[in-house]
């Protein structure tokens, strides 16, 4: 795993200074997207309680993702804004081009952003076109949530129960339900997130409901091989 120790804290003063800022999910909906989008914001609002942070997004969020809080947070490219270059700075999570924004064919036209950009992914750096942004990428993390939960959220003590819940379902989402959970490291984040009370009974009231039977095998194979107690 890479030091983005100088990244992170350019991101941090970037943040003290703002007084808005707009984050995007990329347009291909998932719960490391949807999660990742609101735990960055919730970054910014408690760093600079005063700062505006808006999350704009070409999807709406939908019935398998919407039981994470926060849904109404979201506004569409559909109700017509492009442009954004009023704003201190954008970020881009779990993507980092800016053609990953948007819908694919449906003809829209291009997003102007601020000159300051963010980037923050777990995706090949192989992806990335902007030179100028600060790139947090990491590939050797299993989703953008539990790569700002490491780098942002534990450092900077804002560790929450809610935050935790975030950062798991977008593990949980990026994980195909956790069958690729392979090296030491990702069990490590995993019971991390669960040790700091993250809400997997809501995942499994909400989200696994939709699983197929192979699925839910999986699921429950991966609980009987962890010594994790999910009851405490």
């Known amino acids: 795993m890479k030091d983005f120790t100088s990244e992170v804290n350019k991101v941090v003063g970037m943040i003290k200074e703002a007084k808005r800022i707009v984050v995007f999910p990329t347009a291909r909906i998932d719960l490391d997207c949807i999660s990742s989008a609101r735990i960055f914001k919730k970054i910014c609002k408690s760093i600079n309680p005063n700062v505006s942070v808006d999350i704009y997004s070409d999807f709406q969020v939908d019935e398998y993702h919407s039981f994470i809080k926060g849904e109404d947070e979201f506004n569409v490219f559909l109700k017509g804004k492009t442009d954004f270059s ?12 800016t ?3 948007l819908k694919k064919n449906l003809g829209r036209v291009e997003i102007t952003l601020p000159t300051n950009q963010v980037v923050i992914d777990h995706h090949s750096e192989a992806n990335t076109a902007n030179p100028d942004s600060i790139m947090i990428i990491d590939s050797s993390y299993k989703s953008t949530s539990v790569l700002l ?7 900077l ?5 809610d935050i935790a819940t975030l950062a798991l379902a977008g593990y949980l989402g990026d994980t195909g339900y956790f069958r ?11 019971d991390d997130l669960l040790k700091n009370k993250a809400d997997i009974k809501l995942l499994a009231d909400n989200y696994f409901k939709f699983l197929n039977f192979s699925d839910l095998k999986i699921c429950l194979k991966f609980t009987e091989l962890t010594t994790f107690d999910y009851a405490t």
């Open 86 to 97: 009023e704003y201190d700075f954008s970020v881009i999570v779990d993507g980092s081009l």
């Open 99 to 101: 053609s990953q924004l």
């Open 149 to 155: 939960w490491e780098l942002f959220i534990k450092p």
């Open 157 to 161: 003590n804002l560790i929450t129960p």
């Open 180 to 190: 690729w959970v392979e090296k030491v490291e990702d069990f490590r984040h995993l």
